[in-house]
């Protein structure tokens, strides 16, 4: 069975610019959540998606975004970038309330110049 | 508010020597715990789980012990190998917000030969 895929897996933007990141989960697996990683903050949950709902959200600006389509496929959109949100994004996907068992992908490392 | 407290790293050991990374935590309520590890240019791994108190979670040798008393889970290797370079992350899950992770700051690992 295919794991979680992201993409891409890297990315370049210069200040201002958006960005949006995709997130496929394991067939089958309806919920989706992301998280972002850096040095200084560490891993630190954005928000959850389940049946094109989000039903859960941490506290970040609401410059982040995300959105799950009927597939349960995942974006998340970063608007107006700073350089702080250089970061690996992460998506993770489990079964429905199967949360003892989340699968994460690789990641999307964003640079921000 | 809930939080996840590992030992700072770098931990670096020799091959076939004993491994403990500590982890506390901080919840409202029960929460269930886990250790995600991540090998470099990788995503998160799920390495353990436990649900409930004094549940022990094992996978590939590491173990970790769901201590209520303590709020504690720690991480237990008998013997390193080379190939567990990795930074580990200790992490909780609480039952009423969803598939929201709270993560440690993470242990990094390094065994030489």
């Known amino acids: 069975k295919a794991g979680v895929t992201q993409t891409p897996r890297y990315l370049i933007k210069t200040r201002g610019q958006q960005v949006t990141l995709s997130c496929s989960p394991i067939?089958?697996?309806?919920?989706v959540s992301w998280y972002q990683q850096t040095p200084g903050q560490g891993l630190q949950f954005l928000f959850e998606?389940?049946?094109?709902?989000?039903?859960n959200k941490g506290n970040f600006p609401g410059r982040f975004s995300g959105r799950q389509f009927s597939n349960s496929r995942s974006e998340m959109n970063v608007s107006t970038l700073e350089l702080g949100d250089s970061a690996l994004y992460l998506c993770?996907?489990?079964?429905?309330?199967?949360?003892?068992?989340?699968?994460f992908g690789p990641g999307t490392r964003l640079t921000v110049l | 508010g809930n939080s996840v407290t590992q030992m700072e790293g770098p931990v670096t050991l020799s091959e076939e020597a004993f491994l403990t990374i500590n982890c506390t935590y901080t919840?409202?309520?029960?929460?269930?715990l886990f250790w995600y590890v991540q090998y470099p240019g990788e995503g998160l791994q799920l390495l353990l789980k436990?649900?409930?108190?004094?549940d022990k979670g094992s996978n590939k040798g590491f173990e970790a012990t769901y201590r209520k008393e303590t709020t504690s889970f720690h991480l237990e290797k008998g013997s390193v190998q080379v190939s567990d370079s990795a930074v580990y992350f200790c992490?909780?899950?609480?039952?009423?917000?969803?598939?929201?992770?709270?993560f440690g700051q993470g242990t990094e690992l390094s065994v030489k030969p």
């Open positions: 993770a996907s489990s079964l429905e309330l199967e949360y003892n068992e989340q699968f």
């Open positions: 067939s089958g697996h309806r919920s």
């Open positions: 998606y389940f049946s094109e709902t989000q039903r």
């Open positions: 919840a409202t309520g029960y929460p269930s």
């Open positions: 436990a649900t409930k108190a004094d």
């Open positions: 992490a909780l899950l609480l039952y009423n917000q969803g598939g929201k992770l709270i």
